[in-house]
């Protein structure tokens, strides 16, 4: 399956190996052709975790960096490999779930919702729980604090980490905001005010 042309006379093949089965494992292949002599060299093979045997389907993506993607088709995972062929990821799919073909892009998003805010703690404890989920845009989170919402000033910064990030406010007002900034320092989004 999949089978495409990546540099000259030579290819990449998803070898589901079954249906009948015919081999013990699915592969992914890389294969250099001379169309002279007629004959295909195996340049390297990139075998799945777990020994998986795909019914169908499947594919194979060369990254600009030499990296491979594999979607093993129907067994339900994908992986990608180093072009050393060191396994890099792993992920798989809901059971009984398969993929026709997997590919690695770029990613970025914006939500439509504003940054979600929860506030644990009290007075000098007070730490502020910030997440803005599927947001890829955000640099760092601006924690904004005063008695109203027209007095609102920063009381701390912190770089964005993972899912959610919680940043200390040893004074954090009546009231909380929070702001999404970007790489430029633009503000991306603020969210909703939280009772302190």
């Known amino acids: 399956h999949d089978v495409r042309e990546v540099a000259p006379n030579l290819l990449t093949i998803f070898d589901d190996g079954a249906a009948p089965a015919r081999e013990a494992e699915s592969r992914a292949l890389v294969e250099r052709i001379d169309p002279a002599d007629r004959t295909a060299t195996l340049v390297r093979a990139y075998l799945p975790p777990g020994g998986l045997l795909a019914g169908a389907l499947g594919s194979v993506e060369t990254l600009p960096g030499g990296d491979v993607v594999v979607g093993w088709g129907t067994a339900p995972v994908f992986t990608e490999y180093s072009r050393a062929g060191s396994l890099l990821y792993e992920a798989s799919l809901p059971a009984g779930d398969d993929s026709y073909r997997e590919y690695r892009d770029p990613w970025s998003a914006t939500p ?77 989004a603020r969210s909703g005010l939280v009772r302190g």
């Open 112 to 188: 439509t919702t504003r940054p979600a805010v929860v506030l644990s703690g009290s007075g000098a404890s007070t730490v502020v729980n910030v997440s803005w989920n599927g947001a890829t845009a955000v640099r760092s989170w601006r924690v904004l604090g005063g008695s109203t919402r027209r007095s609102l000033t920063t009381r701390a910064v912190a770089p964005d980490v993972e899912f959610s990030t919680s940043i200390a406010d040893p004074r954090p007002g009546a009231v909380v905001a929070v702001e999404a900034i970007g790489r430029t320092g633009a503000v991306l």
